[in-house]
């Protein structure tokens, strides 16, 4: 039997104990959650015209009398208004002109919504020239478009010209043509399109089926925007925050990280960032989200150090850290402070902590860390600072960090673990020797790495998933320890992945909630505030007879979340006893038990079949005919059901 024990021991839990960590890998920013459906909109990518298709007879289906030219021009750094956006299209046209764009691995369309196309444009004197936006199935057939619009005439400044049109059908890989008629010249640029409904329907939003998914799992943080994308391959591809706000046609697009990692099919020549999804965006999703905002910001190091790279000056970082507080923190009369008022958002962001530097260890991250430490303490002493200690590899990084970072004082290092689902299993203990005394852990990092089949889905197996619930219970039992944890990555484009596993799945349409994404929402869901003691034989439960076990109580002593894992294939009957609740729990109890089980070890939700694995729920305590009682309480016994 499990004794669950209200008198000893109780621990807080954190609020921010299980959040998410959010990264521009797999396509899970541009082609993913920022919900843009143009790729290049504004000519940044290294080639121009990547993504972009000049049309004409032989390549069109369109059977129409093109007659024109494209010129990729250079407004040169200083012109405004797009300041960090140089390029633009220069079209000179006689009839009909056109260019098709591909989208991020094709574009979806829902039938019945709305979509928002706009467009900077100075159409020269004299010129005549009408829009319409055509969209094509993947096969180049006209599916739908919108009616001819006159542009404006204006010879000098650039104006923006929107249209908002309805798509007749659904498509998964849909094109967009942007169709001109007439004679003339023009010049265009920040050529975007977004559904109209996006999350909060925000215009140049996200993707609202994919932020409900976020929603859904009431994260106590989230943690942005990477990963390795922080730290850039090189220091010159680095995330720089101040590039990613302000006017979104002005924001700097650059290479991604992820775009050349793996080989094909994994590797991405046309991912960049568009920073469209930039720093206020991350804060403006926390806010929605209720989850506290946690950036990690680059220290003076690439990715994984190794590069070889050395900051010769930390200025420029310690300011961009300083400046970020103040951009979330400052009111209106401060530089940053103002800047968020502009855009939109008077209010502080009340930004708690900050981490520096993402996988880092050893010397070169520990010297930078001390120098951000001691400027950073100085100027917010009420910031809490996050430290890395570098990537899991047989724990030995991990502990060399650990005796450096003791002397120092992060109020929490970020540990990350991608291990095989045995690792999870015989760490369900990891934290129970921790020191007490010494900075508190963030599992920034976690997945389980296990079996899986080509299908990409696969690697989301319902195995990896109850692995991790084993180890859960684990960092909960130690919540005075692990005062935030998240799954990673949290996203990814199933045609365009670089990852796996990943929380959830997702093409132009549709989205799917892997089985590890409904162990994070059990979790998340029944976090409680005290963890209570769970034992069994006066052990905690981490592992005998395939049991892992965890219980944790609300402030107010009526809630009680039992966590039960089974990690073996056989039924395994359990007693559960309550001591020492007192009046809390009446004997009136209800309950609700939910169940996460799988006819295999190696099911997995696709977006095909996406409810293969799913959370079942139960509702108890208000039946005349209870299963089974326990001192007195009643409670079911489902003997025959657990797995
Ligand atoms: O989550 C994927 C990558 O794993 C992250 O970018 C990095 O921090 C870690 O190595």
């Given amino acids: 039997s499990i004794l669950i024990d209200g008198v000893k021991d109780r621990i807080s839990v954190s609020p921010t104990m299980w959040g998410i960590f959010f990264e521009d890998i797999n396509f899970a920013a541009d082609g993913g959650i920022y919900a843009e459906l143009i790729k290049n909109r504004s000519f ?15 390549n ?4 129409l009398d093109f007659d024109g030219k494209l010129l990729i021009t250079n407004r040169g750094q200083s012109t405004q208004p797009h300041k960090g956006n140089h390029r633009y299209a220069h079209i000179e046209l006689g009839h009909f002109f056109g260019v098709e764009n591909e989208g991020f691995r094709g574009m979806g369309f ?3 919504e709305p979509y928002r ?16 936006l055509v969209v094509l199935d993947s096969t180049g057939r006209i599916q739908f478009r919108s009616p001819f619009k006159d542009l404006p005439e204006i010879s000098d400044n650039w104006s923006t010209v929107e249209t908002v049109f309805s798509a007749d059908k659904t498509l998964a890989n849909g094109r967009l043509v942007v169709l001109l008629k007439g004679a003339g010249s023009l010049d265009m640029d920040m050529l975007s399109l977004f559904p109209v409904h996006t999350w909060k329907d925000r215009p140049g939003g996200l993707r609202a089926d994919l932020v409900q998914k976020l929603y859904d799992l009431h994260p106590g943080f989230i943690r942005f925007p990477g990963g390795c994308i922080v730290e850039g391959r090189t220091l010159v591809n680095r995330y720089q925050w101040k590039n990613t706000v302000g006017p979104v046609a002005e924001r700097t697009t650059i290479t991604n990280r992820w775009q050349t990692e793996f080989k094909a099919p994994r590797n991405a020549p046309d991912y960049f960032q568009s920073y469209g999804l930039g720093f206020y965006e991350y804060f403006q999703l926390a806010e929605d989200l209720h989850a506290e905002p946690l950036p990690i910001l680059n220290c003076g190091m690439a990715c994984q150090y190794n590069s070889g790279e050395v900051a010769a000056d930390l200025e420029p970082y310690i300011q961009d850290a300083l400046d970020l507080i103040e951009f979330a923190n400052g009111d209106s009369s401060t530089p940053y402070g103002h800047l968020r008022t502009q855009m939109g958002h008077p209010e502080p962001f009340h930004l708690k902590y900050l981490g520096v530097g993402n996988e880092q260890w050893e010397s070169q991250y520990f010297d930078r860390y001390k120098i951000f430490e001691s400027r950073l303490k100085l100027a917010h002493p009420e910031i809490q600072l996050v430290s890395g200690s570098g990537p899991y590899n047989s724990g030995k990084w991990f502990d060399d960090a650990w005796s450096v970072l003791r002397t120092l004082h992060p109020s929490l290092v970020d540990e990350h673990y991608y291990a095989p689902p045995e690792w999870f299993l015989n760490n369900a203990g990891r934290y129970d020797q921790y020191d007490r005394q010494g900075p508190k852990v963030f599992a920034g990092e976690y997945a389980a790495h296990g079996k899986s089949t080509t299908v990409p889905e696969s690697a989301n197996s319902f195995y990896s998933a109850l692995t991790e619930a084993a180890f859960m219970t684990g960092l909960e039992r130690n919540a005075d320890v692990v005062r935030m944890a998240s799954y990673a990555p949290l996203l990814a484009n199933i045609n365009a992945w670089q990852w796996r596993p990943d929380l ?24 409680g505030t005290e963890v209570l003691q769970t034992s069994a034989n006066h052990q905690p439960v981490k592992g005998q007879d395939s049991l892992y076990a965890s219980t944790t109580m609300d402030a107010a002593g009526h809630k009680l979340y039992i966590k039960l894992v089974n990690v073996s294939s056989d039924n395994k009957p359990v007693d559960i006893v309550l001591q020492g609740l007192g009046q809390g729990l009446s004997r009136a109890m209800k309950g609700r ?12 939700n696709s977006l095909n079949q996406p409810d293969q694995v799913q959370p079942k729920h139960m509702d108890f305590g208000t039946s005349p005919n209870p299963k089974g009682a326990v001192n007195g309480y009643e409670l079911p016994f489902i003997k025959n059901e657990r797995k």
């Avoid at 121009?48 to 298709?53: A, H, K, N, Q, S």
């Avoid at 959830?504 to 976090?527: C, E, G, M, R």
């Avoid at 038990?593 to 997995?604: E, P």
């Fill in 593 to 604: 038990w939910t169940m996460l089980k799988a006819d295999s070890a190696y099911a997995y």
């Fill in 117 to 132: 196309f706009t467009a900077d444009i100075r159409v020269k004197k004299g010129s005549k020239v009408e829009l319409q």
């Fill in 110 to 112: 829902k039938a019945g």
């Fill in 44 to 58: 940044e990518f290294d080639n121009p015209l990547m993504g972009w298709r000049i049309l004409d007879e032989k």
């Fill in 60 to 63: 069109s289906t369109l059977k």
């Fill in 504 to 527: 959830i799945w997702f093409d132009n349409l549709h989205s799917v909630a892997t089985p590890n994404y409904y162990v994070q929402q059990l979790f998340s869901l029944a976090k």
